[in-house]
């Protein structure tokens, strides 16, 4: 398991919180109220139903779902065994269907190398070791032409004040220690993994959440949380 681009302090981290995943008051409501922004976001540009898709790092399922009941063929893979039994007992619950596995990207792009229409890793990368590995094995799991979405946190004083102190310690959005601002990523720096993975960038786009309103929406500013939509090379 030591060469498995994990640590395994935010597995643990996240496998604790399991239990809660589903529950929209939860330490995962963040999660549940961005869901239809970033899910009608992806299926603007990559049209989801009949698409094969991967969600890498899918935790309990709360996108994998969402992307399974727009007609796509779904797999969600994750490193934390709690929450993907989390993620198939939902399954029963909301009929959806998803074929979810305890599984590496880097392994699953060894196993399966240009399988997917669309491949997606929302919130994941700001936690592991490694996150150039991350996107290089997303480039070798989608097909050419195909889709790439992700998502992670920008890192400057602005961002270390909205996602860290305001979000967890003074908003109580996510629990304290949830992100480690050293490991926020500048949208450079994953363009240039992008790049250095025959992943061409097609839109950078912000997530931003209004305090006062309590709601998120997505548009220019890119200074805390960002998406990027990639295609991979033909």
Known sequence: MNTVNADPAELQKFSDLAHRWW???????????INPLRLGWIDGKAALAGKKVLDIGCGGGILA??????GAEV???????????????????????VDYRHQS????????????????CMEMLEHVPDPASIVAACARLVKPGG???LSTLNRNP???????????????LLPAGTHEYARFIKPSELSRHC???????QEIIGLSYNPLAKTYSLGRDTDVNYLVHTVAAG
Request: aromatic residues 8%; negative net charge.
């Open 23 to 33: 529950d929209p008051a939860s330490e995962f409501r963040p999660l549940h109220e």
């Open 65 to 70: 779902e969402g992307m399974a009941s727009l």
């Open 75 to 97: 797999t969600g893979i994750d490193l934390s065994e709690k929450a993907l039994s989390v993620a198939r007992l939902h399954l029963f619950e909301s009929g959806h269907k």
């Open 105 to 120: 990207a880097e392994a699953l792009a060894d196993e399966l190398p240009g399988h997917f229409d669309v491949v997606t």
């Open 147 to 149: 889709h790439v979405f």
């Open 158 to 172: 602005k961002s270390y004040l909205f996602a860290i102190v305001g979000a967890e310690y003074l908003l109580k």
């Open 195 to 201: 790049r250095n993975a025959r992943l061409d960038v």
